[in-house]
């Protein structure tokens, strides 16, 4: 019966912690669309989200695109299965020109009280540093375009939920060399860990 007990209390933190991290992503996503300039200032709206200023979407398509990825991850990162979330910014050929890495990991035998005010302590850190670090962005081309991808661990069943249904193998091209990797924040709060970064392809990567 204690295991029961413990078995049911890690399933309730790392219930409560994906959401936060998924209500997290979405507003962190929606962060690095408007910072790259893709749509015009306009199709977002300034709200206050963990108490810093940040931009919304006011497009329905763009909104509802940003908001069902993310939670559509929701029931993998509850089991553990994503390992990272990316924005990828690619040229008119699908090849990548820019993408933000979010690097996430739940601590999934965490069994103590979740602390939410330092979580949102520590994930609000992002927001301050993020348009800080817009002189590490490249430039896009007018003619690019962008994805949310996920990266999981193990592939998700598609059988057995709906959510996993959303997510379909990308068409966007994969770099030949490691990329560059320029670190912009990092937190680590159990039962959260988060690591943003930037990836631009090497300079030794052939040219389409």
Known sequence: MFSMKRCH????????????????????????????GVYP??????????????????????????????NGLLPF????????????????????????????????SYGSKLEEADLEFSLKSFFIKLPLSQSLMKVLPPDC?????????SIPQSGTSKDAEIWVPTDT???????????IKSM???PLGVQLYIE???????KA
């Open 9 to 36: 209390l890690h399933c309730e933190i790392a219930g409560e912690t994906a959401q936060i991290l998924v209500e997290f992503l979405e507003v962190a996503i929606t962060s690095v669309v408007f910072l790259k």
């Open 77 to 108: 990162i509850q089991k553990g299965l994503v390992e990272r979330v990316a924005v990828i910014f690619s040229d008119s050929n699908n090849v990548p020109i820019e993408r933000f890495v979010f690097k996430i990991n739940v601590n999934q």
């Open 41 to 70: 200032s306009g199709a977002f709206e300034r709200r206050r989200y963990m108490n810093v200023v940040v931009q919304k979407a006011r497009h329905p398509e763009l909104q509802q695109y940003i908001h069902s990825s993310v």
């Open 200 to 206: 631009h392809p090497s300079l030794s990567e052939p």
């Open 145 to 153: 375009r962008w994805e949310i991808t996920a990266f999981f661990r």
């Open 188 to 190: 680590s709060s159990e």
């Open 173 to 183: 091209q994969q770099w030949q060399q490691a990329p560059v990797i320029t670190p």
